[in-house]
């Protein structure tokens, strides 16, 4: 028997609402799809949020035994300022006031992005697509839906019908965040492109670049650049078939954006793309979504260091991990000090039982209590149901207090390490390890300190290149001296890379 099948997982489905049980559609395998970043700025810790969700979400499913398939993608293109299809194209922008090649931007917060996520241990995915390397297939699909009758172009643009897709599909556009139609008309009153749409709840498949677009393509309606909803339906179908077993995403991109993919997918290929949505809830400041545009975000450098005004003191990475798995993922969590230095004593509670697990080895009983050994049995069953139990980490981690106090109970002698059958001690102690540092990615902080060193420091880096390209030598210079003076050396090569040192 495998472990998804003694602990069979559960998962609320955004798209019935409901708890639903998993079951892919090869068995054994699951394939898995998240929308990666838009990688025009630095990540913050709300972003971050998101992936770590689906980090723990991949390793748990790798932990049961299943084979997994995760592609998160690098939005490169295509996604604009505005979700009604307006303003520029974020990386566009930003290369723009930088001065910069759009490539260049890409690169810097690209490499950003994955030091964030190493320094947070998150892992990386089996497949990483970019959507400017999937172009020849957008405009494919794009054409596709046109011969399909499912879209239409207008002066070099090519939008989605949605009125015709709904005559066609069961009136199912919204089937996912159920919005009504009114609401969705609305929010896109106004807007320029609006005139250009046969329909308000009609979006972009393909724009028409304006001459001063710097990223374009050449297609079959003249040069323009693809949609952002089309690239992850393209990224996924490609890597994981036309339909997969789970999509993932923050709760924000709900609307439009999986709406969108929803309707787009099924549109081309005649069958649903996705078995179960899952939609990572946000984090919040004061009540409000942490978001770079609403100016209430910091980035993980500052929450380690504690330099943002908002924080009382700097915080380790897995303090920082810990804070956001004591909430379950489809619950928005409220940044706080308190929160913070609650989740530091916590993790420092777990981090200590798991260094004193680990030099703990049986006593070799064997006709040990059987109520004790049922007891510890028990705890390692419940890390599996609460974790099968649609991920919930929360309560997982409130067995794995449990069980720290098991362990500092043997380490004291009021629980005898003879009281405990061999196998019993063997079970107990593998599952704490495991379900620590396998599938909540909390590893001991002396094992992470060399990947949080140089994750920090390369996080540090890219501020410096920033700071330099902003021609903030005030900043730049100071981040080198505080280097140095803690024993960092930064060398400038000549392309303008930048390497270290530790002396
Ligand atoms: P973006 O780079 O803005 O496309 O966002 C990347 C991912 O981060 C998306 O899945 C968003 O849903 C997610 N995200 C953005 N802001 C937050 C937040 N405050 N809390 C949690 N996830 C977020
Ligand atoms: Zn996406």
Known sequence: MTLYEKYPLT?????????????????????????????????????????????????????????????????????????????????????????????????????????????????????????????????????????????????????????????????????????????????????????????????????????????????????????????????????????????????????????CEIAQATGANGKPPVRYWIHSNMLTVNGQKMSKSLGNSFLPSELFTGSHKLLDKGYSPMTVRFFMLQSHYSSTLDFSNEALQAAEKGYKKLNASLRTIKALSSAGGETGDTEIDKALISLVDECYSNMSDDFNTAKTLAVLFEMSSRINDMKSGNLPLKSVSAGVFETFKSAYIDFMEKVLGLEEESVQDNNLLDGTIQVLISLRKKARADKNFALSDKIRDDLKAIGVQLKDGKDGEITYSVE
């Open 11 to 259: 998962i609320t489905n955004s798209l019935s609402g409901k708890k639903e049980r998993f079951e892919p559609l090869t068995p054994g395998f699951v394939g898995m799809y998240v929308c990666g970043p838009t990688v025009y700025n630095f990540v913050h810790l709300g972003n971050a949020r998101t992936f770590l969700t689906f980090d723990t979400v991949s390793r748990y499913l790798r932990f049961l035994g299943y084979r997994v398939r995760y592609v998160r993608n690098i939005t490169d293109v295509g996604h604009l300022e505005s979700d009604a299809d307006e303003g520029e194209d974020k990386i566009a922008k930003k290369a723009r006031l930088e001065q910069l090649e759009p490539m260049e931007i890409v690169k810097r917060y690209t490499e950003d992005f994955h030091n964030v996520m190493r320094v947070f241990n998150i892992l990386p995915p089996s497949i990483e697509p970019t959507a400017t390397g999937h172009i020849v297939e957008q405009i494919r699909i794009t054409q596709e839906l046109i011969n399909k009758g499912l879209a239409y172009d207008v002066n070099g643009s090519v939008y989605f019908d949605v009125k015709k897709y709904n005559a066609t599909h069961n009136n199912s556009y919204g089937i996912l965040s159920g919005r009504n139609i009114e609401e969705l008309m609305e929010s896109g009153r106004d807007l320029d492109s609006q005139e250009e749409k046969r329909d308000r709840r009609d979006f972009a498949l393909w724009k028409k670049a304006a001459p001063q677009h710097i990223m374009r393509w050449p297609s079959p309606w003249g040069e323009g650049f693809p949609g952002w909803h089309i690239e992850c339906t393209v990224m996924s179908t490609k890597y994981l078939g036309e339909t997969f077993d789970i999509h993932g995403g923050g709760m924000d991109l709900k609307f439009p954006h999986h709406e």
